[in-house]
Nanobody
Framework: QVQLAESGGGLVQPGGSLRLSCVAS????????MGWYRQAPGKERELVAA???????NYANSVKDRFTISIDNAQNTVYLQMNSLKPEDTAVYYC??????????????WGQGTQVTVSS
């Protein structure tokens, strides 16, 4: 079983920056892809950014040119660098990952979420 642990959320003023981290712990797996989703109050969970282990990335239009996702495969960690933050970025951010187990089966996992609040 693989667990995801997020960190780096908090309160930041508009225009500020935060860096989220998510570490996958466990054994017997390789990363296929990792990503970040967010859910604001009263809204559905949405994809923010995703990356394959090979570095192919995908971003929501609302965060392009402001957020950068990266994966450190050696550390089983995905980062989300968030710059020029806006109040509408306020949400709980969830880490998501797709793995391949040693037996060749694919499986996924979600983190517990970390709160990001952008407010003056």
């Amino acid at each position: 079983q693989v667990q995801l642990a997020e960190s780096g959320g908090g309160l930041v003023q508009p225009g500020g920056s935060l860096r989220l981290s998510c570490v996958a712990s466990g054994s017997g797996f390789e990363i296929n892809a990792m990503g970040w989703y967010r859910q604001a109050p009263g809204k559905e969970r949405e994809l923010v950014a995703a990356s394959t282990s090979g570095g192919s990335t995908n971003y929501a239009n609302s965060v392009k040119d402001r957020f950068t996702i990266s994966i450190d495969n050696a550390q089983n960690t995905v980062y989300l660098q968030m710059n020029s933050l806006k109040p509408e970025d306020t949400a709980v951010y969830y880490c998501n990952a797709d793995f391949e187990a040693d037996d060749g089966m694919d499986f996924g996992s979600w983190g517990q979420g970390t709160q990001v609040t952008v407010s003056s």
